[in-house]
């Protein structure tokens, strides 16, 4: 399987700062990832897919990058609906599997 | 517009089997894979597996390929995934996502299981 990892596991930041959350795969995926968003108590919904294409009706203060192994997501001017988790994907090969996550948290 | 609606929370003992459903509406149902896959609590993702109505194939994680079956039909747009010999590291909320190319764009709001004697 691939194994995805994630940096930071969380981070404490406030609204209007920029956050930056990398993913990194154990082997090369292309650009085969995708990133999710889940508050607590729903389902993950996704931002990003394909490494860097915006999900239709997400904000565009939410970018991404990369390719390959490691993968960068941004979140510029972070609003307070942002604070939640974040899971990067890999949709390279089966079974797909997800990072750690990243638990963003209000300072 | 797009909809997922999952059965609901069950108990159940270990050892049992558990069979659930995810009917879809708004869109073609046999035109997407369906994907299941689950969360414990406070964990991480994980994939189950995947099911392409329209053809027939399904994926199946290793990880549970002896344990799952993937079904559905199509004339009511409802997928469903059955776990055999349940344990207690079975107990999680089990989410079904229409997947688009290779992406889950639409998410159901999940079942949680609970295995409990």
């Known amino acids: 399987d691939i194994q995805m990892t994630q940096s930071p596991s969380s981070l404490s930041a406030s609204v209007g700062d920029r956050v930056t959350i990398t993913c990194r795969a154990s082997?090369?995926?292309?650009?085969?990832l995708n990133w999710y968003q889940q508050r607590p108590g729903t389902s993950p919904n996704l931002l990003i897919y394909?490494?860097?294409s915006l999900q239709s009706g997400v904000p565009s203060r939410f970018s991404a990058s990369g390719s390959g192994t490691e993968f960068t997501l941004t979140i510029n001017s972070l609003q307070p609906e942002d604070f939640a988790t974040y899971y990067c994907?890999?949709?390279?090969?089966?079974?797909?599997?997800f990072g750690p996550g990243t638990k963003v948290e209000i300072k | 517009q797009v909809q997922l609606v999952q059965s609901g929370a069950e108990v159940k003992r270990p050892g049992t089997s558990e069979k659930l459903s995810c009917k879809a509406s708004?869109?073609?149902?046999?035109?997407?894979?369906m994907h299941w896959l689950r969360q414990a609590p406070g964990q991480g993702l994980e994939w189950i597996g995947s099911?392409?109505?329209?053809?027939?194939?399904?994926s199946i994680s290793h990880h549970f390929h002896d344990r799952v079956t993937l079904t559905w039909d199509t004339p009511i747009r409802t997928a469903y995934m059955e776990l055999e010999r349940l344990t207690s590291d079975d107990s999680a909320i089990y989410y079904c996502?229409?997947?688009?190319?290779?992406?889950?764009?639409?998410w159901g709001p999940g079942t949680l299981v609970t295995v409990s004697s």
């Open positions: 708004g869109y073609i149902f046999s035109g997407y894979y």
């Open positions: 082997q090369t995926i292309g650009r085969y």
């Open positions: 996502a229409r997947g688009y190319f290779r992406w889950f764009d639409f």
């Open positions: 099911v392409n109505p329209n053809t027939g194939d399904t």
């Open positions: 394909s490494a860097s």
């Open positions: 994907q890999q949709s390279n090969t089966y079974p797909y599997t």
